[in-house]
């Protein structure tokens, strides 16, 4: 991703890119579901969507079904896009948790485009003709990790990155200034430059090993620090939404593709071993097994300096907050565009640096918080894992977000905040913590017109995702799937 981006931006100011990389190494492959700002990365980029979704083997997200996280036996759906429509210039949640005091029963995946599309099977793109409702239609797409590596390293070596395959043995530093000067590679080979990324995955071999940039921990608040992965054949069509389900000691997760559908186990090996993880996963695949299980470590945080010197980390060298919310490329994507923001001029830029870090540590705590949310909020006992998560102290700036929207309904992003009021109603209400009070401007609206407005929206939203065509239609008609194909 990185190649891509900096050779597509670089070439037209006569930046030279270089990427080195190891075949033998390989990567860590188990990121394959996504959240809507792919769509602007790959946009920038020029890149076309249905050749993208060829290539990747890719299909449709419209958000995440959670099993089981509120209490065993529950579900809910966690939609991109937005609950309903603004009524009066008041945010409809409010008029919506004033029906539900009144005892209405229908849930806020009523009023999710979303939510009604992914659970019948139904997709579209949304298309400027298409009106004001089918236009609240969010997505972002399931893919095979290496199907997409692929893709881009032929677009970033088309657009002129020069790649070399081999392993970095020592690291040139300028005896003064202490920056990166240059690589050795095996076979004597060097590469000199001006500015290195990182990507090197855990090991930060720049980044930590070079610059010795510390680590942040949070495994305090997201103690989860173990994974098994595993694909499967499909066992029918494709849905258009990823599952999470919790587990004695974890969660699941099941991502359907074209070809076949990704599953791991992400879980606390202080509560779980390997062995026992593992049999949980392979004892719930929904298809014929199709490779053999991958055993992930991970240490949950981030660098304390994401640029340090002239070295940039992105990806795992950078940090890592576990997929719960397809968060992980997504935080990969926006240090890139960082980066091309605050593209230096020289060698050490201590003013792009700093801001930079400052905006990276940002986008981490964000996303910290919404994950701590379905941690904390889970209403599961009797289990040490959730025992834990459940009573442990979480984050101030988590207690005052969770007291606003608990209390009355209030939300507010803060800076360029990840996650919006959609996403943290979601999560709130479907495992129990939703709002309990809302804004009493909505008093001025009778009982009855009330009533009557939330069941035209309801009306309206179900009408329109009745008549989409499927989601297994949709990718047909592109050319990426044969319709009624299981693999």
């Not at 992003?413 to 804004?439: C, H, I, M, R």
Request: a negative charge; hydrophobic letters at 40%; one cysteine or more.
């Amino acid at each position: 991703m990185t190649a891509a981006a900096l050779s597509k931006f670089c070439k037209r100011a006569g930046i030279g890119v270089t990427l080195v990389e190891s075949e033998a190494i390989g990567t860590v492959g188990v990121g394959e579901a996504t959240i809507p700002p792919i769509g602007t990365f790959n946009e920038r980029l020029g890149i076309d969507e249905d050749a993208f979704v060829r290539a990747t083997k890719a299909t449709y997200k419209l958000g995440i079904e959670f099993a089981d996280w509120g209490a065993p036996g529950e579900r809910y759906f966690h939609p991109f896009g937005t609950y309903g429509f603004d009524l009066e210039g008041i945010e409809f949640h409010h008029f919506w948790t004033r029906l539900k005091a009144l005892g209405d029963p229908h849930g806020l995946g009523d009023y999710s485009l979303n939510a009604l599309c992914a659970y019948g099977g139904k997709f579209i793109r949304p298309e400027p003709d298409h009106g004001p409702v089918v236009g609240k239609l969010a997505y972002a797409f399931h893919f095979d990790a290496g199907l997409y590596a692929a893709y881009l390293r032929n677009l970033a070596e088309g657009w002129g990155t020069t790649r070399m395959e081999g392993r970095i043995e020592t690291v040139e530093r300028d005896g003064e200034s202490g920056l990166v000067t240059g690589l050795t590679l095996d076979g004597q080979r060097s590469v000199e430059g001006d500015l290195f990324i990182d990507c090197t995955g855990f090991r930060a071999l720049l980044a930590e090993g070079v610059f010795e940039a510390g680590f942040e921990d949070w495994s305090h608040w997201l103690p989860a620090n173990r994974a098994v992965a595993v694909a499967c054949s499909r066992d029918g069509p494709p849905e258009p939404y990823t599952r999470s389900t919790a587990r004695p000691a974890g969660w699941q997760w099941r991502i359907p593709l074209q070809h076949r559908t990704g599953n791991g186990h992400v879980y606390c090996d202080e509560h779980m071993s390997p062995d026992e993880a593992e049999a949980i996963l392979l004892s719930s695949l929904e298809g014929e097994q199709l490779s053999q299980p991958n055993h992930l470590r991970f240490s949950t945080g981030h660098r304390r300096a994401f640029w340090s010197g002239n070295c940039v980390a992105i990806g795992l060298s950078a940090g890592f907050l576990e997929p719960l919310e397809s968060t992980s490329i997504h935080l990969i994507q926006s240090g890139i565009a960082k980066l091309v923001s605050l593209f230096p001029q020289t060698r050490d830029a201590p003013v792009e640096r700093e801001e930079y870090n400052r905006l990276m540590r940002d986008d981490f705590t964000h996303v910290r918080d919404f994950l701590i949310l379905h941690y904390k909020a889970t209403r599961r006992s009797g289990e040490p894992f959730w025992d834990y998560v459940r009573t442990m102290d979480v984050p101030p700036s988590l207690e005052r977000k969770l007291a606003l929207l608990r209390g009355s309904g209030r939300f507010f992003k803060y800076d360029a905040e990840l996650f919006d009021l959609t996403s943290w109603l979601a999560v709130a209400e479907g495992q129990g913590w939703g709002p309990e009070g809302y804004n009493p401007m909505v008093e001025a609206l009778s009982e009855d017109n009330l009533s009557r407005s939330l069941a035209n929206m309801r009306g309206v939203l179900a009408k329109t995702a009745a008549a989409l065509p499927t989601h297994e239609a949709f990718l047909a008609r592109q050319g990426s799937l044969e319709e009624g194909r299981s693999a």
